[in-house]
RNA sequence: GCGAGCGUAGUCUAGCCUGGUAGGACGUGGCCUUCCCAAGGCUACAACCCGGGUUCAAAUCCCGGCGCUCGCACCA
């Protein structure tokens, strides 16, 4: 399905829209979910947490989304996560230094440079605007994270650019209370900020966003040492190295011992996140791991998979699998004096680090993209999102609403709205409701009819195939367990 | 940020050139009809992106801002 499609539908039924809308200050790159798109992202969440946060024992914590100076003093966000800039002072148009004096001049200055670095180079060379010929301006560093001033001091503070550094800081402490043992995964969902210079797409790029993150903190003495590889070793991977333009399909086990996959932790997390996705009803036929060159590569990373998807935008990526070593660990060991090291029985070791980084936002939209049917011979758009996701489970629909149906399916209604995400509606035809809850991808409607009244039985009718069958009321709700269930 | 195109109800759109009551479709609400898949009738609701200028009068012309789409650049 097409981007303006999905807008449409995400317009019309709420599943999100910008932030801000009445008013024409705002900045692009904020989004708001509604009432729809909400009930899915949670139930996305929930999908998570059952499949990866349970189901490998792993920690969730819930950190703040201010951070102080020195964390990114730490991380290397302040002096890595910005670029040096120039910028015409005639057409305004904006270049990375480093990359315009390399592109023009072949003169290598790197991106940590000082800045007075750029200026020089830009002056002995003679670089002039690329469009317009104008003269440069001096350069500057722009960073993408957002900065606050906290108290009346105003004292810095910033953003967080990921999650994942609210993991880091909070390591010691959760390791020790929660009896940690490694390799142990804290997990986070939450939001991060980036003053992206131009938002696009939605749910693409924003500028603040949802992430899920997860960090496996391991023995890098151990990383062969999986004990539920098994679970996985059969689980097949789309790998794509880097260099290659096609994607080699491989189970985890053969991804280790041929190499493409360092090693079993590796493997095991790519396995269990393949899974993770097959589980929201994104097609992982469409879904490739990129192994990123070291241009590519974060600053923090030292093997890196991107896990992409292809979508109607082209392939988008969902995860970012970085390998990030001690790289966080040692950093924040050294500015905060804190003590990061942990025992693994009766070794002491500075914990590495494997992340999995999941955009819950771009997720969102791949699972609208990859559900959204065009039912052509039924004239209707329908989305077929897995039962356990969709933001309606159940319509409960009074054929008519007099002569007492609406009464009747009132009454039906009540014991199960706060079990379930149950819509009533009795407004209009009985077929344009049932079209209205298509589009949602509510998987099942109940229809109270006169024959309710005779026989206490309704009618169950499924998304997918339109197809009905009469239950007993007093069997609603056996049946909706049974078609709600996880696989 | 640059360039091009664009901005009218919840959605799609006419009107803009040539200034003068903003029209349609879908939608949504109510009523009637109809005992199962967007039917029909009546009726109602709902919009000119924001600010300034020109003018007796601005959706329309001019300026500025903001946003959207695409390309470039930037970026996860």
Same mark, same amino acid.
């Given at each position: 399905m097409n981007y303006d499609e999905i807008m449409k539908l995400a317009l019309e039924r709420g599943f999100y829209f910008p932030s801000c809308e009445i008013y024409p200050d705002m900045p692009a790159g904020f989004w708001e979910y509604g009432p729809n798109g909400v009930s899915l992202k949670n139930k996305y969440v929930e999908l998570w947490r059952r499949e990866l946060v349970r189901r490998d024992g792993m920690l969730e914590i819930d950190g703040s989304q201010i951070m102080s100076k020195s964390v990114f003093e730490a991380s290397g966000h302040l002096a890595s996560f910005a670029d040096p800039i120039v910028k015409c002072t005639k057409c305004n148009s904006i270049y990375r230094a480093d990359k315009l004096i390399a592109e023009v001049s072949n003169v290598i200055v790197p991106?940590?440079?000082?800045l007075e670095e750029f200026d020089k180079v830009i002056a002995e060379r003679k670089?002039? $605007?690329?469009? $317009?010929k104008g003269a440069l301006g001096k350069a500057y560093k722009f960073n993408m994270m957002f900065g606050v001033g906290i108290g009346p001091e105003a004292t810095p503070a910033y953003l967080r650019p990921e999650t994942c550094q609210s993991i880091f800081v909070d390591f010691p402490r959760v390791f020790k209370v929660m009896r940690g043992k490694l390799p142990v995964g804290i997990a986070q969902i939450g939001k991060s900020f980036r003053n992206e210079i131009s938002p696009r797409q939605s749910l693409i790029r924003m500028r603040e966003f949802y992430q899920a993150e997860i960090e496996v903190f391991c023995n890098p003495a151990k990383l062969n040492e999986i004990s539920n590889f098994g679970e996985v070793e059969n689980v097949e991977l789309n790998i794509m190295l880097d260099g290659e333009f096609q994607p080699k399909r491989i189970s985890c086990k053969a991804a280790v011992e041929s190499g493409a996959v360092p090693n079993k932790l590796v493997a095991y997390y790519l396995g269990l996140l393949v899974d993770f996705y097959s589980k929201t009803g994104i097609d992982v036929k469409k879904s490739r791991f990129r192994k990123l060159g070291a241009k590519e590569k974060a600053f923090y990373a030292s093997v890196a998979f991107d896990f992409e998807v292809e979508t109607s935008l082209g392939w988008l990526e969902l995860v970012a699998c970085n390998y990030r070593s001690d790289y966080d660990l040692s950093s924040h060991a050294k500015l905060s004096k804190a003590n990061f090291e942990v025992m693994d029985n009766d070794q002491k070791v500075l914990p590495h680090i494997f992340e999995l980084s999941m955009g819950i936002d771009r997720s969102i939209y791949t699972m609208l993209d990859h559900n959204i049917i065009d039912d052509k011979p039924n004239e209707r758009v329908y989305l077929s999102l897995k039962p356990y996701l969709a933001p309606v489970q159940l319509g409960i629909l009074p054929l008519m609403k007099k002569d007492g149906l609406q009464e009747k399916a009132e009454s039906i209604f009540a014991p199960l709205r706060t079990k379930y995400d149950v819509f009533f509606d009795s407004a209009g035809a009985i077929g344009r409701r049932y079209r209205r809850l298509d589009e949602i991808g509510a998987p099942l409607a109940i229809t109270v009819d006169y024959q309710t009244l005779k026989d206490e039985t309704v009618t169950l009718r499924k998304r997918d195939k339109m197809d009905q069958e009469r239950i007993k009321i007093s069997e609603i709700e056996a049946h909706l367990s049974k078609e709600l269930q996880y696989p």
């Amino acid at each position: 399905m097409n981007y303006d499609e999905i807008m449409k539908l995400a317009l019309e039924r709420g599943f999100y829209f910008p932030s801000c809308e009445i008013y024409p200050d705002m900045p692009a790159g904020f989004w708001e979910y509604g009432p729809n798109g909400v009930s899915l992202k949670n139930k996305y969440v929930e999908l998570w947490r059952r499949e990866l946060v349970r189901r490998d024992g792993m920690l969730e914590i819930d950190g703040s989304q201010i951070m102080s100076k020195s964390v990114f003093e730490a991380s290397g966000h302040l002096a890595s996560f910005a670029d040096p800039i120039v910028k015409c002072t005639k057409c305004n148009s904006i270049y990375r230094a480093d990359k315009l004096i390399a592109e023009v001049s072949n003169v290598i200055v790197p991106e940590s440079a000082d800045l007075e670095e750029f200026d020089k180079v830009i002056a002995e060379r003679k670089i002039l $605007c690329q469009k $317009c010929k104008g003269a440069l301006g001096k350069a500057y560093k722009f960073n993408m994270m957002f900065g606050v001033g906290i108290g009346p001091e105003a004292t810095p503070a910033y953003l967080r650019p990921e999650t994942c550094q609210s993991i880091f800081v909070d390591f010691p402490r959760v390791f020790k209370v929660m009896r940690g043992k490694l390799p142990v995964g804290i997990a986070q969902i939450g939001k991060s900020f980036r003053n992206e210079i131009s938002p696009r797409q939605s749910l693409i790029r924003m500028r603040e966003f949802y992430q899920a993150e997860i960090e496996v903190f391991c023995n890098p003495a151990k990383l062969n040492e999986i004990s539920n590889f098994g679970e996985v070793e059969n689980v097949e991977l789309n790998i794509m190295l880097d260099g290659e333009f096609q994607p080699k399909r491989i189970s985890c086990k053969a991804a280790v011992e041929s190499g493409a996959v360092p090693n079993k932790l590796v493997a095991y997390y790519l396995g269990l996140l393949v899974d993770f996705y097959s589980k929201t009803g994104i097609d992982v036929k469409k879904s490739r791991f990129r192994k990123l060159g070291a241009k590519e590569k974060a600053f923090y990373a030292s093997v890196a998979f991107d896990f992409e998807v292809e979508t109607s935008l082209g392939w988008l990526e969902l995860v970012a699998c970085n390998y990030r070593s001690d790289y966080d660990l040692s950093s924040h060991a050294k500015l905060s004096k804190a003590n990061f090291e942990v025992m693994d029985n009766d070794q002491k070791v500075l914990p590495h680090i494997f992340e999995l980084s999941m955009g819950i936002d771009r997720s969102i939209y791949t699972m609208l993209d990859h559900n959204i049917i065009d039912d052509k011979p039924n004239e209707r758009v329908y989305l077929s999102l897995k039962p356990y996701l969709a933001p309606v489970q159940l319509g409960i629909l009074p054929l008519m609403k007099k002569d007492g149906l609406q009464e009747k399916a009132e009454s039906i209604f009540a014991p199960l709205r706060t079990k379930y995400d149950v819509f009533f509606d009795s407004a209009g035809a009985i077929g344009r409701r049932y079209r209205r809850l298509d589009e949602i991808g509510a998987p099942l409607a109940i229809t109270v009819d006169y024959q309710t009244l005779k026989d206490e039985t309704v009618t169950l009718r499924k998304r997918d195939k339109m197809d009905q069958e009469r239950i007993k009321i007093s069997e609603i709700e056996a049946h909706l367990s049974k078609e709600l269930q996880y696989p």
